[in-house]
């Protein structure tokens, strides 16, 4: 397998997206306009207002960001790492540097999760308490 050259040289295009839509828990194809380097395409839907970046063959999103600039930065560190990225097959996206991807992964998706701030919090009362009194 070998690398994706960097930087990705991208270029606009239309292609089908699968999109939640309606009550159901079902994909439809949605075709929107958007912007394809290799295995990777950027988009955005009027509705969402964030910039999505997918696996092209497998149609699976990887992350969801607020800026373009953001998500090709993205698609720049997920085509260093050496992996299998034109399988149509997500589960097929494997290589050497399958770790290395899925760090990235966790370091660039965001912490919708969170829903308080407990961490700083905790942070805030452990500086506290070791200061000296």
Same mark, same amino acid.
């Given at each position: 397998? &070998?690398?994706?050259?960097?930087?990705?040289?991208?270029?606009?295009?239309?292609?089908?997206?699968?999109?939640?839509?309606?009550?159901?828990?079902?994909? +439809?194809?949605? @075709? /929107? &306009?958007?912007? /394809?380097?290799?295995?990777?395409?950027? +988009?955005?839907?009027?509705?969402?207002?964030?910039?999505?970046?997918?696996?092209?063959?497998?149609? =699976?999103?990887?992350? &969801?960001?607020?800026?373009?600039? @953001?998500?090709? +930065? @993205? *698609?720049?560190? +997920?085509? *260093?790492?050496? /992996?299998?990225?034109?399988?149509?097959?997500? =589960? =097929?996206? /494997?290589?050497?540097?399958?770790? =290395?991807?899925?760090?990235?992964? *966790?370091?660039?998706?965001?912490? $919708?999760?969170? @829903? $308080?701030?407990?961490?700083?919090?905790?942070?805030?009362?452990?500086?506290?308490?070791?200061?000296? *009194?």
């Amino acid at each position: 397998m &070998s690398r994706i050259p960097t930087p990705l040289t991208w270029k606009r295009r239309n292609f089908a997206v699968f999109e939640p839509k309606g009550l159901t828990d079902r994909l +439809y194809a949605v @075709a /929107v &306009s958007g912007i /394809v380097s290799g295995p990777f395409a950027i +988009y955005r839907l009027p509705e969402s207002g964030r910039f999505h970046l997918i696996h092209l063959p497998s149609q =699976e999103k990887i992350v &969801s960001l607020d800026m373009q600039g @953001a998500c090709k +930065y @993205a *698609a720049e560190q +997920y085509a *260093a790492c050496d /992996v299998n990225w034109w399988t149509c097959i997500p =589960e =097929e996206v /494997v290589g050497p540097d399958l770790q =290395e991807m899925r760090n990235l992964h *966790a370091r660039l998706k965001p912490d $919708s999760w969170i @829903a $308080s701030d407990w961490r700083k919090r905790r942070d805030t009362n452990e500086k506290t308490l070791m200061l000296p *009194a």
